[in-house]
């Protein structure tokens, strides 16, 4: 597919190039399935959509040769959050459990429902980065890089080397502002955290892909291709 837009294209705007950059990225870390504020970089990216609900391969994968639909998504997400639910209304402002709750919503792409479960936890626990993190996640789903990019800021202000905030700014910068020199920024202070990561060749290749893109301005017409 990616073959076959490069050979129809002879010029290309900077979102066009943006977008298959990012399609054709890979190493172990997907561009556009961002990490969990409790998982870290060298983890496996948990499978999420792109933003504004785009639907990534494996999140509506078959079971057998079942489609599963958002409907479905939502019912198994109910589903398995009654447990949890049951205890918050014995406990409604224990954080642990709202953030457990919004998780089990954010794995199902509820994104609405799982903001609301992060922000009621981050009233009970402010200074908490990794729901603050997930949170964040969420906003970019839904795509609102703007107000995903302010709760990013948010965890770095408190942690600044907090790997899985600068991985997952640095996408959104890129990803939702074409703002490659801020995703390099992101992505070099990560390597500099934590220069021993397992994912290090992962996020330099992507640190290489976004410097062939930090002089293009949005909107502007390139000749050179993504890849």
Not at 149 to 158: G, H, Y
Request: glycine share 6%.
């Amino acid at each position: 597919m990616v073959e076959d837009t490069r050979k129809a294209a002879t010029d290309w705007s900077s979102a066009q190039v943006y977008g298959l950059g990012l399609i054709c990225l890979f190493v172990g870390i997907t561009v556009g399935y961002l990490l969990r504020g409790s998982n870290p970089v060298s983890a496996s990216p948990a499978v999420a959509p792109g933003p504004a609900g785009q639907m990534a391969p494996n999140a509506s994968g078959a079971v057998g040769n079942a489609q599963i639909t958002p409907e479905q998504l939502r019912h198994m997400a109910d589903k398995q959050a009654e447990p949890t639910l049951a205890q918050l209304a014995k406990n409604p402002n224990d954080p642990a459990l709202l953030a457990q709750a919004g998780n089990i919503y954010y794995d199902a792409q509820q994104f609405k429902d799982a903001i609301d479960y992060y922000t009621r936890a981050l009233q009970s626990d402010p200074s908490n980065t990794n729901i603050r993190t997930d949170m964040a996640t969420a906003y970019w789903y839904l795509g609102d890089s703007d107000r995903a990019i302010a709760e990013f800021d948010k965890v770095l202000k408190k942690e600044p080397n907090k790997t899985n905030a600068l991985f997952n700014r640095g996408i959104v910068r890129w990803q939702g502002k074409m703002d490659a020199k801020g995703a390099i920024a992101d992505w070099e202070a990560l390597l500099k955290a934590d220069p021993n990561n397992p994912q290090r060749p992962a996020v330099e290749q992507l640190i290489a892909q976004a410097k062939q893109h930090s002089n293009i301005k949005p909107g502007e017409k390139t000749s050179r291709p993504a890849m």
